[in-house]
C-alpha cells in the first residue's frame, strides 16, 4: 500500500548531490560540518529547547529524498525531530573533541528516507560550548560561511 505524501521532484542543485552520492556511495563527499562556539553563561536545557524550537519550525529540516518509480524525488516528513544530543566534553579533553569531530565529518549521511542535518550541543567546559550543525545537503549548496553563521545565530534568538 502506498503512503498518502506529497513528492516534489529535486531541484537542479539536489539533483546534482542526488547523482553525487549514487556515483560516490558511502562516502562523506556532501558532509560539511560547522561549529559555532560559544562562551559565558551557558544554560544547556534553554539550548536544547531552542534547538527544537528552531527545527520545528523549518520546514526544509524535514525535508525527505526517496526514489519513485526510479525518479529521485523529495518530501516533507511529518515527523517530530530527534533529541537534540548534549555531548559533554569537559573531562576528556579537546582531542577528544577533535577525535569525535573527524569521525562524523567522515560519516556519510543515509540519502534514503532519513534526517539529513545534525545538530548538536557540544560542552567543552563550564564557560565554552558549541552548537555543532551538518547542514541538510540541499541547503549546503545554496549558502556560504556567514549565511551559516547568521543561522546559527537565528538559532540562538531562540533561547
Known amino acids: 500500500m502506498r503512503e498518502n505524501i506529497g513528492f516534489f521532484p529535486l531541484t537542479q542543485p539536489q539533483l546534482g548531490i542526488w547523482y553525487t552520492e549514487k556515483m560516490f ?11 559555532l562556539k560559544l562562551r559565558g553563561d551557558i544554560d544547556y536545557t ?3 529547547r531552542a534547538v527544537t524550537i528552531y527545527v520545528e519550525n523549518n520546514d526544509t529540516l524535514r525535508l525527505r529524498f526517496r526514489e519513485v518509480d ?8 511529518g515527523s ?19 577525535k ?19 545538530i ?32 546559527l545565530q537565528d538559532l540562538l534568538r531562540n533561547a
Open 120 to 151: 548538536c550541543i557540544i560542552r567543552i567546559s563550564d564557560r565554552e560550548a558549541g552548537l555543532s550543525e551538518i547542514p541538510p545537503p540541499y541547503l549546503r549548496c545554496m549558502v556560504d560561511s556567514k549565511c551559516r553563521k547568521r543561522h
Open 25 to 35: 556511495p558511502d562516502t562523506s563527499i556532501n558532509v560539511i560540518a560547522g561549529t
Open 80 to 98: 517530530v525531530p530527534r533529541e537534540t544530543e548534549i555531548l559533554d566534553f569537559s573531562s576528556s579533553g579537546k582531542e577528544a573533541l577533535y
Open 70 to 77: 526510479g525518479e529521485p524525488m523529495q518530501y516533507y516528513s
Open 100 to 118: 569525535w569531530d573527524t569521525e562524523r565529518t567522515r560519516t556519510p549521511f543515509r540519502l534514503i528516507d532519513s534526517e539529513l542535518y545534525e
Open 46 to 48: 534553554l539550548l536544547k
